[in-house]
């Protein structure tokens, strides 16, 4: 063996192992911390009274659907109050939404033209809130007629907990996404199970005032930021299986892809790096410490561990990195096989496992690009 192939062996297993415990080992972790707690059984609280926000700029050719989405919710009619907070629309948004309360609808309209950002729409409107449990849903998503009711119950059973996401679909053929999302939903779920999750969709979520009163005007990603909020005021974060969302603003192909998840991923990095000291508590320095060290470290002990693979290739260790490759492939595809069984998803065998490995090549991508600096404007009317 030369020095070469000794130092590309040495590397290829190091930064295989460390990856492969990052990634499906961290899962396998939470699986077994969660096998360790104490199982609660499911109770029946009375459902309290809640507000539900929909933040909105410019969303004309969403709003219409999105108010048809509200109609259709099953929690108690006299126990939530809708409201629609407007940044400053220049299209017909407003205009659609009072044509709505003109026939009828009981809705809110709250017109702040000057908020910079869908934070700062969040946290003004609270001035015009006296409920504890507060609703937050984006107008380009569409919710399953129990959904909030789910939220709220999941919230009202235990006190330690103060935010709780929905478990989120994809409006899209692109199967890359599909798999994203699935992947996701298990991992911010088994995370809150087992500590406290340390991520949660936008599209939809279940706030505690207290909570949501923390949240900083200038949040570039206000979903992970009062995650961490939470965190910091001793909550914690979870993610409702029952609670059913679907987001309508999401790719359509692979450059798409690309594109959302580098955004996206690049605005979540800011929002840890900023609340690094945030919790004493070690299950949510944990799981934050986790998402930091996967959004930033994997990306390059991939791409470590595929030259130092390829280079092994051309030696008598060519197994090594075959070997390797199985190990996370195979759990990898069979996990999404089984997630994609869940979904009720029908797509052949061996479409799926294309696109499952298209997608951990998409993803990886992503996470490479992503922007360690951001602009200090972050995301408007619900738009992230």
Wanted: aromatic share 8%; charged share 25%; hydrophobic share 45%.
């Amino acid at each position: 063996m030369t020095i070469a192939s000794q130092i590309a062996f040495v590397f290829c297993i190091a930064s295989a192992v460390l990856l492969w415990a990052s990634t499906l080992g961290y899962l396998l972790v939470l699986e077994l911390l969660i096998v360790l707690k104490r199982r609660h059984s499911r109770s029946d609280p009375d459902l309290p009274a809640v507000a539900a926000v929909v933040p909105v700029l410019n969303e004309e050719s969403a709003i219409a659907r999105k108010l048809s989405d509200l109609r259709r919710c099953l929690y108690p009619p006299d126990r939530i109050r809708w409201l629609i907070v407007d940044g400053g629309s220049r299209d017909r948004t407003v205009d659609i939404v009072k044509e709505a309360i003109s026939r009828g609808d009981k809705i809110e309209l709250i017109s702040l033209p000057d908020a910079r950002t869908k934070a700062e729409q969040v946290r003004r409107a609270l001035s015009f809130i006296s409920e504890e449990i507060i609703i937050l849903t984006d107008a380009d998503s569409s919710l399953d007629p129990a959904c909030i009711g789910e939220l709220v119950h999941a919230l009202s059973i235990d006190a330690k907990t103060g935010l709780v996401g929905t478990t989120v679909k994809p409006e899209t053929r692109l199967q890359e996404e599909q798999i994203h999302w699935r992947f996701l939903n298990l991992f911010w779920w088994l995370e809150g199970e087992a500590l406290s999750c340390a991520g949660l969709s936008g599209v939809c979520y279940a706030a505690r005032r207290e909570v949501l009163s923390s949240l900083a005007p200038d949040a570039r990603a206000e979903d992970t930021h009062l995650g961490l909020s939470a965190c910091r005021l001793g909550f914690g974060v979870k993610l409702s299986r029952r609670a059913l969302a679907t987001e309508l603003r999401v790719p359509q192909n692979a450059a798409e892809f690309l594109y959302y998840r580098r955004r996206r991923g690049s605005c979540y990095l800011a929002e840890f790096q900023k609340g690094t000291a945030a919790v004493k508590e070690w299950r949510w320095r944990f799981a934050r410490s986790a998402r930091l060290w996967q959004l930033q470290g994997t990306p390059w002990l991939s791409l470590v561990a595929f030259l130092s693979g390829a280079l092994l290739l051309t030696t008598r260790y060519w197994l090594v990195p075959c070997l390797i490759s199985l190990a996370f492939g195979v759990p990898l595809l069979l996990l999404s096989a089984v997630l994609s069984r869940r979904s009720q998803d029908r797509t052949p065998w061996p479409r799926l496992f294309w696109a499952t490995g298209r997608f951990a090549i998409l993803f990886l991508a992503s996470l490479v690009l992503l922007k360690k600096f951001l602009p200090e404007q972050g995301p408007i009317g619900g738009r992230t």
